[in-house]
């Protein structure tokens, strides 16, 4: 029997296992960075110069790409691709399950004589037309419209993708329908962008910047994840197939990392990351890898902060090359936000600003109390943004999986509120109470003309409870998922502060036109934003008991749950504000909300097959056969004439029996036809599934503490967590 067990074959392995043979390349860092990147230098270096400025014009100001040089660019940059080895170009679009996908086509056309020859046009490169039929849309286009289109990103740039198998040139893409709704992550990116940019440079022409380059949203990612060894892994068909473990006993160790495990950690995981980093050095991805001790086995990388659109795109590569350079060193990267019960989940930080390379990030309190002014107006957009829409925000980062970690004492609640620090906090204080004139850290007076006080670069404390916390020179909103794309969020946070930024450019340019002073005019403003919306702001613990109860007399939304959080999509308020910002039509945001229950009546409903197989094939014959072997023994003592103690099969036979009964309950739930109402059977899931699949655990997680080893066939926590 033991010969069959997979996990105690799998320990033999991992201990067998043997490390790639760590590369130490001659190259620097440096002297690979942006290797396969098709970027604005070699565009410079390989186009005709006119052609160049037209791209640049499109990169740069997001003028649109002239059709007419789309040739010359597919032409040097399939050059470029051949050179580096590609033989296949694909678009990379980002569909709505929130993955990545990619249609591949080989730059060789067979031309008559039975020879190919290499093209790529214009066309070509601008657009595609997969055959998009069977991703999620929602509603948007009937199944027999089984074309989808994609079009170039010029403002994300081409690269070169390695693959022993050959390379492939990626075109960073935007996936729309025939109408031209959107059908992916990507295309209300930009739509925000251009946006919020719009009223963004109108505040900063109220402020005497006349003319200002294209402002843009900045996104700088942190992303925790696990590494699992790849022979655990294969022996967990919960982790293989739902990305989570839906049974394990907690292991004896809890979450402190132990020194014992510690010291096999480092070289293969450092090999790791050495590889990682230099992959994604040659994308043109500048990350930081480090060590998180958060929980054992976890870990975090943080690239530098970039355009939204293209830090979103770069995530998805880092996530897919993670997961590539992982299994290179048996290993299996996790991205899941909770896939172990009782340790901390993981998540991805979205830490955002906007600006653009002329002035830096806006939201930098200044040195003088000009730009202090301007600051506090950006800063005061956020907080009236994230007042009026925390829901919006919290629905960017709603996920069956991160259901799991929002509101769970190790992310911020489900409560979106905004950190400011003690000072920043002190100053809107002051503003509320009639002008702010002094600054809390220094405690001087500082009055200016226009009795703004001098900020300090990086006021005030981190706080990690709060969900969307002001860090010194950005915001960090902080409940974003590990596995989700950043463009969620990303294009939430653009439209939100497109239509704050608008309200404080119309109220200061209405003020202005009137006759008052713009000085005045903006004290006003300032003031009354903070009337109206400054109980979003909240620089206590967000994990405590009390917070709840006052969010709630603060009239702030507590949206626990995925299937609590969705409607938020089809409110009038949203559907409003973004047909007014040009980001979704209606039938784009119904299309959203039915493609987010539809996930997550998937993702729960296939952790509730597993569960029942996993329970029913793997531990309850586990449980049996011990049971059976304590009954033998019994009888075995019995028969000796011996006394025969009952309290172990008694202690195995209760869980076992719960376990039946789970299993039992759960099948029928199961089994159970859904209704056409999505938001109904969502419900149910969340209320009667998920419970059921808890009990089923609940009961299997004692047997683990109970049942005889050799009989256990899934790996452990333990095993899992610290043998790496
Ligand atoms: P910390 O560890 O304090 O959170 P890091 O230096 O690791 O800070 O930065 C976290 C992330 O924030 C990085 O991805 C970084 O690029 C990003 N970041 C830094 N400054 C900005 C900014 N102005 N706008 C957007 N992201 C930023
Ligand atoms: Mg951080």
Redesign the pocket.
């Known amino acids: 029997m033991t010969g069959n067990n997979v996990r105690l074959q799998a320990i033999k392995d991992v201990e067998a296992y043997v490390p790639p043979t760590p590369i130490h390349p001659e190259d620097t860092p440096g002297d690979i960075f942006g290797e396969n990147v098709f970027s604005v230098s070699v565009m410079q270096r390989r186009l005709p110069k006119t052609v160049f400025k037209s791209v640049l014009a499109t990169i740069e100001r997001s003028e649109p790409l002239d059709p007419l040089v789309a040739d010359a660019v597919a032409s040097a940059m399939k050059d470029w691709a051949m050179e580096k080895g590609a033989t296949h170009y694909a678009h990379v679009f980002y569909p709505l399950t929130g993955l990545t996908a990619e249609k591949h086509d080989s730059f060789l056309d067979p031309v008559g004589d039975g020879t190919a020859l290499a093209s790529f046009s214009g066309k070509t490169l601008i657009q595609g037309e997969p055959d998009a039929s069977s991703f999620p849309n929602g509603g948007l286009r009937n199944t027999f419209e089984a074309r989808g289109y994609t079009g170039w990103d010029v403002m994300s740039p081409a690269y070169v993708l390695e693959n022993p198998n050959g390379n492939t040139l990626c075109i960073p893409t935007v996936f729309i329908s025939m109408t031209g709704e959107a059908l992916d992550h990507k295309t209300p990116v930009l739509r925000s962008q251009q946006a919020m940019a719009v009223h963004a440079e109108r505040v900063l022409r109220l402020f005497g910047h006349e003319d200002p380059d294209r402002i843009v949203a900045?996104?700088?990612?942190?992303q925790e994840y696990f590494l699992v060894d790849s022979h655990f892994f294969l022996a967990r068909p919960d982790l293989l197939n739902a990305g989570r473990t839906l049974f394990g006993a907690k292991p004896p160790k809890g979450q402190e990392f132990d020194d014992h495990y510690f010291g096999a950690i480092p070289e293969r995981v450092l090999g790791f990351m050495m590889e990682t980093e230099r992959e994604l050095f040659k994308l043109g991805i500048p990350a930081?890898t480090r060590h998180n001790e958060v929980a054992p086995g976890q870990f975090e990388v943080?690239?530098?902060?970039e355009r939204a659109n293209e830090a979103s795109d770069h995530q998805q590569l880092l996530m897919t090359i993670f997961k590539q350079v992982a299994q290179k060193h048996g290993m299996e990267c996790l991205f899941h936000e909770k896939p172990f019960a009782g340790v901390n989940g993981s998540g991805k930080?979205v830490?955002?600003?906007i600006?653009n390379s002329e002035l830096g990030?806006l939201?930098?309190p200044g040195a003088t109390p000009h730009d202090n002014a301007q600051f506090l107006v950006f800063c005061a957009a956020v907080i009236r943004a994230v007042h009026l829409y925390g829901g919006l925000l919290r629905v960017s980062v709603a996920s069956a999986s991160n259901d799991h970690r929002l509101g769970a004492n190790e992310a911020p609640p489900a409560i979106v509120s905004i950190f400011l620090g003690d000072q920043l906090a002190d100053v809107f204080d002051q503003i509320a109470k009639g002008g702010a004139t002094r600054s809390k850290e220094s405690g001087t007076l500082t009055i200016g003309v226009d009795t703004l006080p001098d900020l300090t670069k990086d006021p005030g404390d981190?706080n990690r409870t709060s969900p969307f916390a002001f860090?010194g020179?950005?915001f960090?909103f902080r409940a974003a998922g590990s596995q989700q794309t950043v463009a969620a969020p990303m294009v939430v946070i653009n439209t939100i502060m497109a239509e704050a930024l608008d309200y404080c450019a119309t109220q200061l340019e209405t003020a202005v036109a009137a006759g008052t002073d713009f000085n005045e005019a903006v004290q006003t403003l300032l003031a009354t934003i903070v009337a109206d919306h400054g109980a979003v702001i909240f620089n206590g613990n967000g994990y405590s008991d009390e917070w709840p109860i006052e969010a709630e007399q603060r009239g702030l939304k507590n949206l626990r749950t995925t299937v609590d959080a969705l409607p938020e999509l089809i409110s009038p308020e949203a559907i409003e504000l973004f047909g007014k910002y040009a980001v979704f039509n209606e039938r784009e945001m119904h299309s959203r909300y039915e493609i987010g229950l539809e996930q997550y009546i998937l993702t729960v409903g296939v952790e509730a097959n597993l569960t029942l197989e996993i329970g029913t094939t793997t531990i309850l014959p586990a449980a049996i056969r011990y049971q059976t072997e304590l009954a033998a023994n019994v009888a075995a003592l019995k028969a000796a004439g011996l006394e025969a103690d009952l309290s172990t099969l008694q202690a195995v036979s209760a869980p076992l029996a719960d376990l039946r009964a789970g299993l039992a309950t759960l099948a029928e739930l199961i089994g159970h036809e859904h209704g056409d109402d999505a938001l109904a059977t969502a419900t149910k899931i969340r209320d009667e599934v998920l419970p059921a699949m808890n009990a089923v655990r609940a009961a299997a997680d004692t047997l683990e503490t109970l049942v005889a080893d050799d009989l256990w066939s899934l790996p452990t926590y333990q095993e899992m967590l610290y043998i790496l």
């Open positions: 900045y996104c700088g990612p942190e930081k943080a690239p530098m902060f930080h830490n955002f600003s600006g990030s939201l930098v981190r860090t020179n950005r960090e």
